[in-house]
């Protein structure tokens, strides 16, 4: 039995043969979008430091302005990692449509979603770290201060308190004094529902900071939505664009006019014949023709011309002699054809 490859997603269940081309074609793509999403993880990680170093020196009316353009283009490249292997998806489910059930999008989205939601865990993780300088995987260790031409040093802990739970993080209150939806993800507020304006390092409650989250992950997932639709839209119409193999031409039907059956043991005979001896002609060709006994063609007893003569005698007649040797012709060329 071939080996097996489990490939599960939300369009259902499939276990697709790992050692077949569709399979392995899901196992490279895959690794493909793990190097890829690596790559861009720790890039984050970097910007991450700089932005919550750049937010920490802007003044409280600039905080939130620092904070996304440092998201943005973070948001965009995650985008552009996760439509790349959309593409890859896409097109192996196109190449098997025949072999998979469902439609080849859907399944492909399906491929991708762990991808898609690992993009969300990090982006979350990556507000934290903007906003505080850490998060639950970035813990810092303490603080060192130096003057030129002095040592100093920092001890390293050998163990860390447990992290808090995840829903016991408040975000800065100052993300909501940039008032931008297509950049929050955060519709107009009625007047209550505003938070309070508070002094710098005021953090917002439990549901501004599950609003502020869940506007970040609106924007990405809208423009996620809108770059797989395009890449769905080019798959679609570059395929569509490739003409369908044209079919075979039907075979000719052989020309089967009165005698043809004469002609076809006729010229079978002579083929044999010059098979055997290629420069045979004359009265010698004629006497193999007599000695095989080889009927002679339709339209010349027809004419009258024949009349019960044998191939030698017809030779010594000149209008029948000029048709011996043009039978013979033709079968020569198809000897040498097919040599």
């Avoid at 440092?70 to 790349?84: E, H, T």
Wanted: one cysteine or more.
């Amino acid at each position: 039995m071939a080996k097996q490859a489990a490939v599960k997603g939300k369009a259902g269940a499939l276990t697709i043969p790992a050692d077949s081309g569709l399979g392995q074609g899901i196992v490279a793509a895959a690794r493909l979008l793990e190097q890829d999403f690596w790559a861009w993880q720790g890039e984050g990680i970097w910007a991450g430091h700089r932005a919550s170093a750049e937010i920490g020196n802007a003044p409280d009316g600039r905080k939130a302005a620092r904070f996304y353009g440092a998201i943005v283009p973070l948001r965009r490249a995650a985008v552009a990692v996760l439509a790349a292997a959309f593409r890859r998806y896409l097109k192996l489910a196109l190449a098997h449509a025949s072999l998979l059930p469902g439609e080849p999008a859907a399944l492909a989205q399906a491929w991708l979603q762990p991808a898609v939601d690992a993009a969300l865990a990090e982006l979350r993780q990556w507000t934290m770290l903007a906003c505080d300088g850490q998060n639950e995987c970035v813990r810092p260790i303490g603080t060192m201060t130096a003057q030129p031409g002095e040592t100093t040093s920092l001890s390293i802990p050998t163990s860390f308190p447990a992290p808090p739970p995840p829903d016991a993080w408040r975000a800065p209150a100052w993300l909501f004094s940039f008032a931008l939806p297509a950049v929050t993800g955060i519709g107009p507020l009625k007047t209550a529902h505003v938070p309070a304006a508070g002094p710098a390092d005021a953090r917002l409650g439990p549901a501004h900071t599950r609003l502020a989250l869940r506007g970040l992950r609106r924007i990405f997932l809208a423009e996620l939505a809108g770059a797989l639709e395009r890449v769905r839209d080019e798959e679609l119409a570059a395929r569509a664009a490739i003409p369908p193999p044209q079919a075979p031409p039907p075979p000719r039907r052989p020309n089967k006019r009165e005698g043809w059956e004469q002609k076809e043991k006729l010229m079978a005979l002579i083929s044999e014949i010059l098979n055997r001896d290629p420069g045979i002609e004359g009265e010698a060709f004629c006497a193999e023709l007599d000695k095989h006994h080889a009927p002679p063609l339709s339209a010349w007893q027809e004419s009258g011309e024949w009349d019960g003569l044998t191939f030698k005698a017809a030779w010594k007649r000149p209008s029948l002699r000029k048709k011996i040797r043009r039978v013979r012709q033709e079968a020569l060329r198809t000897v040498r054809a097919e040599i």
